[in-house]
């Protein structure tokens, strides 16, 4: 059998490839890495995080947490390698960056039906079975390549932020303390308290703080999920106590009362050695962000390991260029995968991954599509970037709203989000997804 091209071994092309290669089908991954770099990543290895080190929830109440529990049950390799390298942060998947994605990229090239191909890819395979995986920060040749195969189509972009990373012993834990919100789960964040008139001093230093020049870049053009913490900032003095330093469910365990305002830390790696500031993606200038950031108590002496950076990512418009399975609508021979298909976010990313692939080999084996439902989360995903009915596209994270309501009343969100997974599971559980 011919294989089948991955063009990018991120999340999503890494998981692709897994999928295909499991099933038999030769796969021929190419990766640009370590040839040529992104201003985002640091490593060689394959399925790089370069945000954040969470995969968020892990519960069934939320409706990422069905997503992952639903790629399990696709046997991902992504879920596995994550499972394998959690490290503690209460109720969310948060992995050990550095051992995941060495993790990925030994199954990947360990694997007997996986040949992986250095360099970068400046054209679409004219010929042959393509899914392109190349990710929010898609090369500026390749790029352009896939303008040309959408002429006259729309091709976005939008900026995401990373937020910056400290070390465990620089943190002045006399100024702070080990907890999670309203003590759920185990006390994996530490959290760093403001006083009203601590913040106030942060707040106004922050929304004056210089910039990173950053072409194109308009703060009305943000993408909401990924707001920098400074423009979030400039929307008004409380806008943060709304948001990532919200203190509700934080009880100072020296007052027993909670703060004006709480910075959480979340552990990045699994020795804990390294704490992410949660919420504080940012596009400041180094020295800035060194010196605003220094200004939260817990913090005046951080050590900086990475600070947070700015950059590109690239979507199609994909309610008119590709359909449910993430092919290209009239060239199915083309599919796509992974962020620049407008899903936002880790789990996402991979679960697109995991369906083009399911689907290819289904195609290539002579079967019928296997029909992700709407009631799955997996289904729901595809369903949405694939609706032609959408106007104004944005990128989106999986969340119940996707996914069909019950249909009869349950008291309590929880429970009813929880019958709703319930339910989803249920109807995975009649798709064929085996080999």
Known sequence: MESVIVIGAGLAGSEAAWQLARRGIPVELREMKPQKMTPAHHTEYFGELVCSNSLRSDQMENAVGLLKEEL???????MSCADEHRVEAGGALAV?????????????????????????????PEAGNVILASGPLTSEALSEAISRLFPGSRYLNFFDA???????????MDSAWFASRYDRGTPDYINCPLTEEEYDVFWRELIHAQEAEVHGFEDAGVFEGCMPVEVMARRGRDTLCYGPLKPVGLKDP????????????RKDNAQGTIYNIVG????????????????????????????????????LDSPRLLDRYYRVRGQERLMFAGQITGVEGYVESTASGALAAIELARRLEGKEPVNFPRETAIGALALYISDQSVVNFQP??????????????????????????????EALGKLNLEP
């Open 396 to 425: 989106m994270n999986i969340n119940f709203g996707l996914i069909p309501q019950l249909g009869y009343r349950v008291k309590g969100k929880r429970n009813k989000n929880a019958e709703i997974s319930k339910r989803a599971l």
């Open 96 to 124: 050990d960056r550095h051992a995941f994605a060495q993790a990925i990229t030994e199954r990947i090239k360990s694997h007997p039906n996986i040949t992986v191909v250095e360099g970068e890819v400046t054209e679409i």
């Open 162 to 172: 990373a937020a910056p990373l400290v070390t465990f012993e620089s943190v002045d």
């Open 254 to 265: 020296k007052t027993g009362k909670e703060p004006f305002a709480v910075v959480q830390l």
């Open 280 to 315: 504080f993606q940012t596009h400041l200038k180094w020295g800035e962000q060194k010196r605003v950031f220094s200004m939260i108590p817990a913090l005046k002496d951080a050590e900086y390991v990475r600070y947070g950076v700015m950059h590109r990512n690239t979507f």
């Open 72 to 78: 399990r049950r696709c046997s991902s390799l992504i």
